[in-house]
C-alpha cells in the first residue's frame, strides 16, 4: 500500500508515536473482532480472546464468510473493529449509572456504536440514533432491528436541529466523521481520498456538530467524542473550543497497555494493540447534573396486535402512523412527544406492522423483537435452508398448518413466513437478501 507523502509527514509530526512502526503495522492483515448481543449471543464462533476493553467484544482466529452465517443475520452479534468498542470504558466510568437517561448518538449510521449504547443501557433510558443521510439508513435501520431492543429512535436531521432541543440529552456520542487514517488498511478507497485538506474540511465539519451537540446537553452531562483518524486537527484540537464552552475532560484511573494517553482522551495504535487506528476523549459540561424523569404512565388499554405478539403488552403503547402499527415503551413514547414537532422522526419503538385489507402482515423488523411471544408459530430450518430463505427462496414445509410463521434457525427468528397448504410465501425483505453463494 502507498501512503500520501503529506500523511508520512503528518504521522512524523505527532507527539510520541512511532512513524515507521505505525506505517509497517498498516501493512498487515487487520485483527477480526466481533461484538456479541448479550440479548441473543451466539453459540457458535470460536472464540480466539476477549477484547479488554469491551466485555462483549471477542477477537477471532480467522475471518468466516459473516454473509453466509444465519446466526449473524439473527442479530447474534455485530462485526466491529475492537478499538472502538472502548467507549463501553466511558459508559462505566463517567456516565451515571441507574438512572433513566435520554442519549443521542448523532451520527449513527451503520449503527455499530449504537447496538453497543443500547447493550449497556438502563431498559428504562431511550437512544436517539440520528443519520443525516439519506442512504445510509437502510444499514442503520436494518442494524437496530437485528439487535432486537425497543427503547429506539432513530431520526434524520442535521446537528443543527438539535439546538432546538437545549439542555435535553443526558449522553451525546459524536462518532465524528473523518478522514479515517486509522482505517487505511481496511479500506483502500481512505487512502484514495486522504488529503490535508481534507482533513481541515473534517476537522471544520466536526467543530459544527460538537457547537450544536454542546447545546443540546444538559448541564453535568457526558459527551463522548470519538474518530478513527490519527492526525491531532480532528482530535485534540477540538479540546479547546469545548473548554471555552463549559466542558472539561475526563480521565479514566486505569487503562489497557497500548492505548496512549494523549494531552485530551487516548490514541489506538494498530502497531501497539489489536485493532485500528482509533481516538476517542470524554467531557462534562459545566454544571449539575439532576436526573431525566421518563416515566409516562399509560393512559390507553391494551391494542389487540400487541397482546398477540409482545410478551409484556401493558409496558408498551399502541401507536399509528400511515396505517402501520407500533409498539413504544412508555419512556419512548414521553422522548417520542416531546420531539416529533422538532425533528425528523423515521421510527419509534417497535414496528409491529399493517394492514392491507383484512390481513395484518407483521413487520419484518417484529421477527427479531427480545419482546416478542415465546408461543409465535414458527418453523425449525436448517442451515441450508436458512440461506434459502434469507436469499428469498421457498423450500418444502411439512406443515398443514396455515398463517403467519417465524423462519427460526437454532431457536432464532430470522424473519416471517406465510404457510398455505404446505408451501409458504417468503417475506424475508427484498433489501436484505443476500446474493453470495
Not at 476537522?203 to 457526558?222: C, D, N
Not at 475526563?250 to 489506538?268: A, E, H, K, P, W
Request: charged share 20%.
Amino acid at each position: 500500500m502507498q501512503f500520501p507523502s503529506d500523511f508520512i509527514a503528518l504521522l512524523q509530526n505527532i507527539r510520541g508515536i512511532d512513524a515507521g512502526a505505525l506505517l509497517q503495522a498498516l501493512q498487515k492483515e487487520p485483527p477480526v473482532s466481533v461484538r456479541i448481543n448479550p440479548a441473543k449471543p451466539p453459540t457458535h464462533l470460536l472464540f480466539q480472546e476477549q477484547v479488554p476493553w469491551c466485555r462483549f467484544g471477542y477477537y477471532l482466529d480467522t475471518r468466516p464468510v459473516f454473509t453466509l452465517d444465519p446466526f449473524f443475520h439473527a442479530g447474534t452479534y455485530y462485526v466491529q473493529e475492537a478499538s472502538s468498542m472502548f467507549i463501553e470504558q466511558w459508559w462505566k466510568h463517567i456516565v451515571p449509572q441507574n438512572y433513566p437517561l435520554r442519549v443521542l448518538d448523532m451520527c449513527a449510521a451503520p449503527g455499530g456504536k449504537s447496538t453497543h449504547l443500547l447493550s449497556l443501557m438502563p431498559k428504562s433510558s431511550v437512544l436517539i440514533c440520528n443519520e443525516p443521510i439519506n442512504d445510509r439508513h437502510p444499514a442503520l435501520h436494518h442494524n437496530i432491528a437485528k439487535w432486537g431492543h425497543s427503547q429506539v429512535i432513530i431520526t434524520q436531521n442535521n446537528p443543527e436541529d438539535f439546538e432546538t432541543l437545549e439542555a435535553y440529552f443526558d449522553v451525546i456520542l459524536v462518532d465524528a466523521p473523518c478522514s479515517g487514517e486509522g482505517m487505511f488498511r481496511k479500506d483502500s478507497d481512505a487512502v484514495a481520498h486522504w488529503s490535508t485538506e481534507n482533513v481541515r474540511y473534517c476537522a471544520k465539519r466536526q467543530t459544527r456538530i460538537l457547537h450544536s451537540a454542546v447545546k443540546a446537553l444538559k448541564p453535568g452531562g457526558v459527551l463522548i467524542y470519538a474518530t478513527c483518524t490519527f492526525n491531532e486537527t480532528e482530535n485534540e484540537a477540538h479540546a479547546e473550543a469545548l473548554y471555552n464552552m463549559g466542558l472539561q475532560a475526563q480521565n479514566l484511573t486505569c487503562v489497557q497497555d497500548g492505548i496512549v494517553s494523549s494531552t485530551t482522551g487516548y490514541r489506538f495504535y494498530p502497531h501497539l494493540i489489536r485493532g485500528e487506528g482509533f481516538y476517542t476523549a470524554c467531557f462534562i459540561k459545566e454544571g449539575k447534573w439532576l436526573p431525566t424523569e421518563l416515566n409516562d404512565n399509560n393512559t390507553s388499554p391494551s391494542h389487540p396486535i400487541m397482546e398477540q405478539y409482545l410478551s409484556e403488552p401493558h409496558t408498551f403503547s399502541h401507536h399509528t402512523q400511515l396505517n402501520r402499527h407500533y409498539a413504544m415503551p412508555f419512556s419512548v413514547r414521553s422522548v417520542f412527544n416531546s420531539i416529533k414537532n422538532v425533528l425528523r422522526v423515521r421510527l419509534a419503538g417497535i414496528p409491529l406492522g399493517e394492514y392491507k385489507g383484512n390481513t395484518f402482515i407483521p413487520a419484518a423488523q417484529l421477527a427479531f423483537s427480545i419482546h416478542l411471544r415465546s408461543d409465535v408459530p414458527g418453523i425449525d430450518v436448517t442451515s441450508e435452508e436458512a440461506l434459502k430463505f434469507l436469499r428469498g427462496e421457498t423450500f418444502p414445509i411439512q406443515s398443514e398448518i396455515k398463517g403467519w410463521h417465524l423462519v427460526r434457525y437454532n431457536g432464532l427468528a430470522l424473519g416471517w413466513a406465510k404457510l398455505i397448504n404446505g408451501r409458504f410465501n417468503n417475506y424475508y425483505p427484498k433489501p436484505w437478501r443476500i446474493r453470495m453463494r
